[in-house]
């Protein structure tokens, strides 16, 4: 969103009121339709606003998914409050942050598999690790924060700002089973998330060790040097030489 306008009747209540319900109507046309099918036209026409109006609200259809991706976001820090406020071990922690994700994404799930395709671009803004998606990630990476500091696990202090990157990672790997995952309620998926917590606990658990600290700094140093999103882009040959001659 670009800001409220001061003339807008009902105040900052109504324009969100609108900015949700172009959401909304997105969404379920992407579902019905497809994302590339859908137009940011239909979208006004559905939702009752003028086409100006919604493009005032979402500068494009890439906006509406980084929209989406915030509000999934913020239904996930809401859903894991109580596993968080309740549980201290790591992995009791860790599981029930991955699955309360699951449960808050899975009515959406036909609409992740329709525009999986547009995420996988590693230029589209709708990756992941993409600038456009660093508000919705950071969001996520805290929780990651808050599921290592509230839980009882001695963390090496090397460690500590480390881990919750490669505990994001883990989640974005369980994101896209999740995706492909065609069983009744995502059953695969749960029980990957928690197998998948059971793992990493063991690890951070192990981790206490110090001939195995610079492993998983060499890991987190791997991903950060050569993961998009996690790193500034690196240079493209092509386009090197390109300018080159062009000079």
Do not use: C
């Not at 239909?42 to 494009?60: L, M």
């Amino acid at each position: 969103m670009t800001g409220e306008r001061p003339d807008e009747a009902g105040g900052s209540s109504k324009s969100e009121q609108t900015r949700a319900l172009i959401l909304q109507t997105a969404m379920r046309l992407f579902q019905e339709h497809g994302y590339d099918k859908t137009t940011m036209r239909a979208i006004a026409k559905e939702a009752g606003v003028s086409v100006g109006n919604a493009y005032y609200y979402f500068g494009g259809k890439e906006h509406l998914i980084q929209g989406f991706y915030d509000r999934i976001a913020a239904e996930h820090r809401l859903a894991v409050r109580e596993v968080l406020d309740r549980e201290t071990g790591l992995e009791a922690r860790l599981a029930g942050v991955l699955k309360a994700w699951l449960d808050v994404a899975q009515p959406y799930h036909e609409f992740a598999v329709q525009f999986f395709k547009n995420a996988a671009d590693p230029d589209s803004p709708l990756s992941p690790f993409s600038p456009e998606s660093a508000h919705a990630r950071e969001q996520v990476l805290a929780i990651h924060r808050e599921v290592l500091a509230g839980s009882k696990a001695k963390v090496p202090a090397e460690l500590r700002d480390v881990l919750p990157d490669l505990m994001w990672l883990s989640q974005m790997g369980l994101v896209l089973y999740w995706v492909f995952d065609r069983t009744e309620d995502r059953e695969r998926s749960y029980r990957l998330a928690e197998r998948g917590a059971r793992l990493t606990a063991l690890g951070v658990s192990l981790a206490r060790f110090r001939v195995l600290r610079p492993l998983v700094l060499d890991l987190h140093g791997l991903f950060t040097d050569f993961l998009p999103g996690m790193t500034k882009a690196l240079p493209d040959p092509a386009k090197k030489e390109k300018k080159a001659q062009e000079e």
